[in-house]
């Protein structure tokens, strides 16, 4: 941990301050999207909710259609800024906090994050999954969605660090690295048993996987 993981996590976050003004974009014109977003419907998602990497809030109205509170959570003031337009439910509340460091002050029902889980460095998963755990009350899910292995024909993958990487580019012609895991169903599910999680994750809508936990 540390090293190239911090390099990376600082990279990927100025990425997506940078490019939140363009962020909308593959929701707007990409039908896979489109339709990956109507699996929110079918997701076990109940009570005060925990949405982390909220972004700019393309699954937070989902969400709060169907909880009792979300406290959606991201690290870029330039995302949430965009979030703050599209979602003025009453029962959604917007906090920006580093998510390596940030830990609530409350349990939540529900944890639910969307296209997170593959920006989370491999040696800081058990971490992460952990501090899922800890935001979770009991009987409460894990619940979240991302890319698969199929997402990596897509992106400009980079094999020459130690981290899984991906290069993105903004409008203005600059590059950023993120980490990128492309995480396959079957391995991810016995990562997260490995981590003493009950996971389901499935292919979902194409090249997408969506994934529930439990702490038993
Ligand atoms: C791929 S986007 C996902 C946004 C949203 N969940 C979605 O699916 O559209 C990743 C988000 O993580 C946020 N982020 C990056 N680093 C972060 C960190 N260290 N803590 C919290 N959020 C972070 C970015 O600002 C960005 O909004």
Not at 60 to 88: G, H, Q
Not at 95 to 108: E, G, I
Request: charged share 25%; hydrophobic share 50%.
């Amino acid at each position: 941990m540390g090293g190239e993981d911090d390099v990376l996590l600082a990279e990927q976050l100025a990425y997506y301050r940078a490019g939140a003004a363009e962020y909308d974009r593959p929701y707007r014109e990409r039908a896979d999207i489109q339709e990956l977003l109507t699996v929110a419907d079918r997701l076990p998602v109940a009570g005060d909710v925990l949405e982390l990497a909220c972004g700019t809030g393309q699954w937070t109205p989902l969400l709060a259609a169907r909880a009792r509170s979300v406290t959606a959570v991201d690290a870029a003031a330039e995302t949430i800024a965009v979030a703050r337009k599209r979602v003025t439910s009453a029962n959604v509340e917007f906090v920006r906090a580093d998510l390596f460091s940030w830990r609530p002050s409350r349990r939540y029902d529900t944890v639910f994050f969307a296209f997170w889980l593959s920006h989370v460095p491999p040696a800081r998963l058990p971490a992460f999954w952990d501090a899922v755990a800890a935001a979770l009350a009991p009987g409460g899910r894990a619940v979240f969605v991302d890319d698969g292995p199929g997402g990596a024909a897509g992106e400009e993958v980079l094999t020459d660090g130690a981290v899984p990487a991906a290069l993105r580019r903004l409008a203005d012609g600059s590059a950023y690295r993120v980490v990128k895991v492309f995480h396959d169903a079957t391995a991810l599910t016995d990562r997260l048993a490995s981590l003493g999680w009950s996971a389901r994750v499935r292919p979902t809508a194409g090249k997408f996987l969506v994934g529930i936990a439990e702490r038993p």
